[in-house]
């Protein structure tokens, strides 16, 4: 079975290779086109001398983007954790090993989202002070 269902997918990725060099097309580009790269970086460097934005106009645009990862992070742990709970305790001796495996990794992704979120505010924190 294994071996029909890879004879199936060669053939059908040779098809598609063949007909993909089939319908190539020409691309005829125009080489006279004058470009300068060295005043192109220039005024780029130029324009990039505007004054930064303020820190208290970044972090108001910032902080519901950092709430709504945090919820969406704790739902989903929330999630996670009760199907894990779930299982553990419908589970046979053998499958209870296998689940508290997975447990493990559970939390270390909760310390990981939580420890996340409060990194974030330490950083905002000692930003605030500076700006």
């Known amino acids: 079975m294994r071996k029909l269902f890879n004879k199936k997918f060669l053939i059908v990725l040779l098809a598609i290779s063949i007909i993909g060099t089939l319908f190539v097309s020409s691309v005829f580009a125009d080489t006279s086109v004058d470009v300068d790269p060295y005043n ?16 208290q106009k970044a972090w108001k645009d910032l902080k519901p983007i950092a709430e709504i990862v945090m919820g969406i992070g704790l739902v989903v742990l929330v ?43 330490i950083v905002v924190d000692i930003a605030s002070m500076l700006a």
């Not at 310390?111 to 409060?118: I, Q, S």
């Open 40 to 55: 192109q970086a220039r005024e780029f460097i130029n324009n990039a001398d505007n004054p930064p934005v303020p820190f």
């Open 79 to 121: 999630c996670v954790g009760s199907i894990l709970g779930i299982k553990y305790m419908t589970a046979g001796v053998d499958d209870k090993a296998k689940v508290k495996q997975k447990l493990i990794w559970y939390c270390v992704a909760a310390a990981l989202v939580v420890g996340a979120t409060g990194i974030f505010n």
